[in-house]
């Protein structure tokens, strides 16, 4: 017999459609923010934009049409929102983590992307900023 066809070979792992997972996002979320590590930073609020990428793992099997059944827009606006409500803030880096961190609270959210900018920081530019992924642990 020859060797070659003699050879097991183990499967080859391929993806549960159970652990599919769904991207849901907000983008452009403009808001008035206390932010800034200057002086001049904290007489006035600035103009951010944030934008959240998460990817969601979803219950399986066919859709129930029902809102419980997802990671609601509502949600994610509420909660960023309420984060830059709670007061100054020095970094765009700690406004995006405190985001991400709040966002993986939920067990469904794999993996946050949070993109925090100030927008009228340099007239030459749009904007200036940090982007940040977490995943859950």
Same mark, same amino acid.
């Given at each position: *017999?020859?060797?070659?066809?003699?050879? &097991?070979?183990?499967?080859?792992?391929?993806?549960?459609?159970?652990?599919?997972? =769904?991207?849901?996002?907000?983008?452009?979320?403009?808001?008035?923010? *206390?932010?800034?590590?200057?002086?001049?930073?904290?007489?006035?609020?600035?103009?951010?934009?944030?934008?959240?990428?998460?990817?969601?793992?979803?219950?399986?099997?066919?859709?129930?049409?029902?809102?419980?059944?997802? &990671?609601?827009?509502? !949600? *994610?606006?509420? !909660?960023?929102?309420?984060?830059?409500?709670?007061?100054?803030?020095?970094?765009?880096? !700690?406004?995006?983590?405190?985001?991400?961190?709040?966002?993986?609270?939920?067990?469904?959210?794999?993996?946050? =992307?949070?993109?925090?900018?100030?927008?009228?920081?340099?007239?030459?530019?749009?904007?200036?900023? &940090?982007?940040?992924?977490?995943?859950? =642990?």
């Amino acid at each position: *017999m020859n060797k070659l066809f003699a050879q &097991v070979v183990a499967p080859v792992a391929r993806p549960s459609a159970e652990r599919a997972l =769904t991207r849901v996002f907000i983008r452009d979320l403009v808001l008035d923010a *206390m932010i800034g590590a200057y002086e001049h930073e904290r007489d006035k609020p600035q103009r951010i934009r944030v934008n959240l990428d998460l990817q969601v793992e979803l219950r399986p099997g066919p859709s129930r049409d029902h809102l419980p059944d997802v &990671v609601s827009y509502d !949600t *994610m606006v509420a !909660t960023v929102k309420e984060i830059v409500a709670a007061g100054h803030v020095n970094l765009c880096e !700690t406004l995006a983590e405190r985001i991400a961190e709040r966002l993986l609270i939920d067990r469904r959210v794999r993996v946050a =992307t949070v993109r925090v900018e100030k927008l009228d920081v340099f007239a030459e530019a749009a904007s200036i900023g &940090v982007e940040i992924e977490r995943r859950q =642990t």
